[in-house]
Nanobody, 124 residues
Framework: QVQLVESGGGLVQAGGSLRLSCAASGLSFSDCAMGWFRQAPGKEQELVAVVHWLGHTVYNEDSVKGRFTISRDNAKNTVYLQMNSLKPDDTAVYYC?????????????????WGQGTQVTVSS
């Protein structure tokens, strides 16, 4: 059974930092692309960042470029999202997702497994 478990969310002031983690089990982690998506209240879910199985990264440049960094540790079956210079607009539930296609995608439909999400709230 595949499980993706996010952690690291919470309440932070604008300008602060958080690091999200997503621990994966039950899948061939090193062969998967891993993505972070987010959904703010009243808005559609959007891509935050993707890391391919070989480590290549893709970001939602309009929203997070230069502030967020995605990385993976295949030895720990874990993907991370380091979030710096947080803004109130970053407030959302953040979801980890895994794609059996190692190259990943910007499209939610291309992901096979999802975590339950972790809340990130940025106060002004």
């Amino acid at each position: 059974q595949v499980q993706l478990v996010e952690s690291g969310g919470g309440l932070v002031q604008a300008g602060g930092s958080l690091r999200l983690s997503c621990a994966a089990s039950g899948l061939s982690f090193s062969d998967c692309a891993m993505g972070w998506f987010r959904q703010a209240p009243g808005k559609e879910q959007e891509l935050v960042a993707v890391v391919h199985w070989l480590g290549h990264t893709v970001y939602n440049e309009d929203s997070v470029k230069g502030r967020f960094t995605i990385s993976r540790d295949n030895a720990k079956n874990t993907v991370y999202l380091q979030m710096n210079s947080l803004k109130p607009d970053d407030t959302a539930v953040y979801y980890c997702a895994a794609s059996n296609s190692g190259y990943g995608s910007r499209r939610q439909d291309d992901y096979d497994y999802w975590g339950q999400g972790t809340q990130v709230t940025v106060s002004s």
